[in-house]
DNA sequence: CTGTTAGCGCTTTCAG
DNA sequence: CTGAAAGCGCTAACAG
């Protein structure tokens, strides 16, 4: 491989390979049964002076229970996976982040995987997570179809799907109304007098939460009784070039959109930059409304207008409707939790 | 909790719960022994016939092996965990994505944990991953010094870090020459006679790279004999509001310096947003120079000049590097793998 | 190539 | 409250 390696430092290091103690050490030690040491790992009863004797022990030994052999017998690992589809994107890492945290709380390890955009991946990820034996299940699918949702529900594995349902099976799912958050952005726009209004979204055939802005965007315009003329509507994926690119073709039209709907962040992201390219001003000549404001709101002259989800409350409710059912105190349907979106006002909207 | 959930949908769904077969399922079904058909799972030999018979009460069963049974005996579980300090930082996301993807070449599986900041977290997570007997670990260090790293080695279990080495002991690393690379990033800006140059860094006494990078700044500094009042030298934290804070009062200085060297990407996007909000242009009144290459170079106008490491490049190294341990074929020295960074050219450097 | 046997480290009945 | 014994699902000798 060509890997640009300037130099190398190398320095000699001793190579320790102890067995790790177990419980049956414990036992020698400490001269009591299995049982016992096992009951007081588990936050049994035993009498002071064992649990002394036991203290002591673990602390001579460096014991530490080994999980997987735990895992093997009480078939359970408090542990939950979480399936995102990329990791690299910061929507995803925020919400891992808020995550990470309220399962820390709940004193529930946490195991990631990225899926890189590819179903086959995805799928994968899925059964990885089974066969680690996780309690429970967090997906932010790509995958619209819930068809590689199936060996975790033969598995009889908890679920919850965040950011995204999926289609085939009503399966418990924490996200927004996509829809109408974007009918509401398009209407602020339509509502500041704009009359040609473009956006750029994700493929409607491949993207859930793509389609559904659309159609926000669709239901806003109709409803004013404006076109929509099929060089407004810009459609291809969830990326930082396909915005940048989309956002140059519109500036170039003839009809120049008055005001743009960004509806992704990656999206968002592409597309400003086309504009600060661009001999355009942003809101003078151009109006602006974004998608999901990490940081971009804030690092862009003007600062944007913007849709904006509760990703706390949304990883949070996420490992809470999860923990119930991996508890047993879910309920006996499936349940769709939609969170309220509001806009964050800044500067890139001209009052026409 | 208060949480915005707007409105909730809910419908029923069915609830099952099959026990997941064995490979004593699959015995019963074939009649083969237990060893046989756990050769076949593992690559060996047996007769056609047979694994025909196998490999078809598998398909019916939807058999997957329990991967915690067989970690249990093996003592290895082709897993291996990676700590981060920041998941939601996109310079842990961007190294996450290429770990994984070096990984699933090579048929591993990924178990990701963030310790938010936190060396206590961070503690925690290594130990986590020693109880899901990982193969071996990628640290991302918050610590500065080895000690969180004693029960890994006495574990056995091999280790590579990634971005920043840590003192008391010397451990496998993969990263850049911070010192050098900030020496570079800061000659340039003297190379175009800046003379009043100041620098945006994190916490001398916490972080590593904040520390290199500072050396490097002053060591471009002296060597040309230009001035470091202290008013020039703005370190805290690893945050963008920190960056923004010390670029407006840098900017808000009497004798304000006419570049500034924002030394890490954090840093670098709050400063930017302070300079965006003044009245002040960028280059002609401020020139700049960032770190990290994520995407902030293009949606920020100008573009910036900017200190960029390969970070793909890196993720594989550190992949194949612990790999190599893992297999055995690691040296027994430990090795710093110090890989080569580059400035990339922006418009954002003024000529004076 | 196949089968038998013995555990990996832990929890969990069930007696005592 | 404690101990003995069984077994979670799988692999790893060893015979055959």
Redesign the interface.
Known sequence: ?D???????????R????M?STIRDIKEVTGLSLATISKYLNGGNVLPENRLLIEKAIEEL?Y??????R??VTNR?R?VGVVVY?????F???L??HI??AL?KEKY??????S?GDET?EAENI??L????VDGIIVLPISRTAGFLR?V????IPVVLLDRPVEG???DCVRI?NRRAAYQAVSLLIRNNHRRIAIICSDEENEYTGFERLKGYKDAMKEAGLPTPPEYIRKRDHS?EFGYEAMKELLSLKERPTAVFMSNYEVS?GA??AV??SDLGCPSDISLMGFDDL??S????PRLHMVVQ?MK?MG??AV?TLLLKIRGKG??????????TRISEGDSVLKL
């Open positions: 491989m890997c640009p390696a300037l130099w190398t430092v190398t320095s000699v290091c190579k320790e390979n102890a790790p460096h530490e229970p080994n999980e997987l052999a895992g093997l690992t542990t990329d990791i690299g994107s910061m995803n890492g925020t891992l982040r990470g945290q820390r390890g946490l195991l990631i995987c990225d890189r991946v059964r990885f089974i066969n680690k034996k060996p529900s033969e598995a009889g099976e009503t399966i109304d930082i992201l400003v930059m600060n390219e940081i971009l804030h690092i862009v002259k509760p409350e949070e409710k809470e309920s006996d349907y499936a349940t769709e939790i939609i969170m309220k």
